[in-house]
């Protein structure tokens, strides 16, 4: 008899971890609906907040939808060349509580984005004097610095450097990145006109 009862313990045990694992997902699903409801709301406005008391006009960026921390609600990545250099051509936004807000600035230079899914980084390419690869995590919705790769113009040789900017080798850059994205390769997003047709189409 004792034997039988912890039969059905341990089927009882199995059947709940069955059940609770649609539930997840169930639950998941409408979280990247209403994200991406959100975020098709927002693009959809004249006026776009870039930064605080600064906005650009919605019509002039660009979008992607990518996965860039763990869970699976998607992040909004907007692209827009015509603002300053200095401030980046890019803006990193997420949906929480019910809100669409801006996690930072990002370099987007050349148009180029490029991302870890699901790692929680992503790569800020800088192009002044060189072309420098920044490595930064989201972290608590915030961009926390972690690794950088440049290479100067009149230099000619890549350097890297860790989160405190002091220069390290090669393959002490390689170990802290793989630390960060394990075997992950990079992903590259996909931008796109912030259109109606694209929001319909592309925004999901």
């Given at each position: 008899?004792?034997?039988?009862?912890?039969e059905?313990?341990?089927?009882?045990?199995?059947l709940?971890?069955?059940?609770a694992?649609?539930?997840?997902?169930?639950e998941?699903a409408?979280a990247?609906?209403?994200?991406v409801?959100a975020?098709?709301e927002?693009l959809?406005?004249?006026k776009?907040?870039w930064?605080?008391?600064w906005?650009?006009?919605?019509d002039?960026?660009?979008f992607?939808?990518?996965?860039i921390?763990?869970?699976?609600?998607?992040?909004l990545?907007?692209?827009?060349?015509?603002?300053?250099?200095?401030?980046?051509?890019g803006?990193?936004?997420?949906?929480?509580n019910?809100?669409v807000k801006?996690?930072g600035?990002?370099?987007?230079?050349?148009g180029k984005?490029y991302?870890?899914?699901k790692?929680?980084v992503?790569?800020s390419?800088y192009?002044?004097?060189g072309?420098?690869?920044?490595?930064r995590?989201i972290?608590?919705?915030?961009?926390v610095?972690k690794l950088?790769?440049?290479?100067?113009i009149?230099d000619?040789?890549?350097r890297?450097y860790?989160?405190?900017?002091?220069?390290?080798?090669k393959?002490v850059?390689?170990?802290?990145?793989?630390?960060?994205?394990?075997s992950?390769?990079?992903?590259s997003?996909?931008?796109?006109?912030?259109t109606?047709?694209?929001r319909?189409?592309?925004c999901?």
């Open positions: 008899m004792l034997k039988r009862k912890k059905w313990f341990i089927l009882l045990c199995i709940a971890v069955f059940l694992v649609p539930c997840v997902k169930t998941a409408p990247k609906k209403k994200a409801k975020y098709k927002f959809a406005k004249e776009i907040s930064d605080e008391n906005e650009v006009p919605a002039e960026c660009k992607a939808i990518v996965y921390d763990k869970d699976d609600v998607p992040e990545v907007l692209y827009n060349n015509s603002t300053a250099h200095a401030g980046g051509f803006r990193i936004f997420t949906y929480k019910g809100k801006r996690v600035a990002v370099d987007i230079d050349g984005f991302y870890y899914k790692k929680g992503f790569i390419c192009v002044n004097g072309v420098f690869d920044n490595y995590k972290a608590n919705g915030k961009i610095h950088q790769k440049g290479k100067e009149f000619n040789k890549t890297y860790n989160s405190n900017k002091k220069e390290i080798s393959s850059f390689n170990r802290q990145l793989k630390k960060l994205v394990g992950k390769k990079k992903s997003a996909r931008f796109y006109l912030n109606a047709a694209n319909k189409r592309k999901r």
